[in-house]
Nanobody, 121 residues
Framework: QVQLVESGGGLVQAGDSLKLSCAAS???????MGWFRQAPGKEREFVAA????????YYADFVKGRFTVSRDTAKDTVYLQMNSLKPEGTAVYYC???????????????WGQGTQVAVSS
């Protein structure tokens, strides 16, 4: 059973940066890993992913140029560097391990508990 633990969320102002981390443990590491977010009253949506093979990054259109996903396979950790944060980025951010399906979607097989990001205007 893969366990995912996120960290790095917090309260920031618009334009600030945050870096989220997600450490995986307890199972094989040959998963694509990524991030989703869920804002209050909205569905969970794909943010970014990094493939197991090659570490190729994929992003939702609304974060391109501002967010960077990276992965340290030796540490089984995936990161999400978020720059130029906007108030609409306020959400719970979830880490997932699974498989990239398309360039803007991913199947999540395992999920973390989420970390809150709040962006004030």
């Amino acid at each position: 059973q893969v366990q995912l633990v996120e960290s790095g969320g917090g309260l920031v102002q618009a334009g600030d940066s945050l870096k989220l981390s997600c450490a995986a443990s307890g199972g094989p590491s040959h998963y694509d890993m990524g991030w989703f977010r869920q804002a209050p009253g909205k569905e969970r949506e794909f943010v970014a992913a990094s493939t197991w093979i090659g570490g190729y990054p994929y992003y939702a259109d609304f974060v391109k140029g501002r967010f960077t996903v990276s992965r340290d396979t030796a540490k089984d950790t995936v990161y999400l560097q978020m720059n130029s944060l906007k108030p609409e980025g306020t959400a719970v951010y979830y880490c997932t391990a699974g498989r990239v399906v398309t360039t803007t979607s991913m199947r999540g097989d395992y999920w973390g508990q989420g970390t809150q990001v709040a962006v004030s205007s």
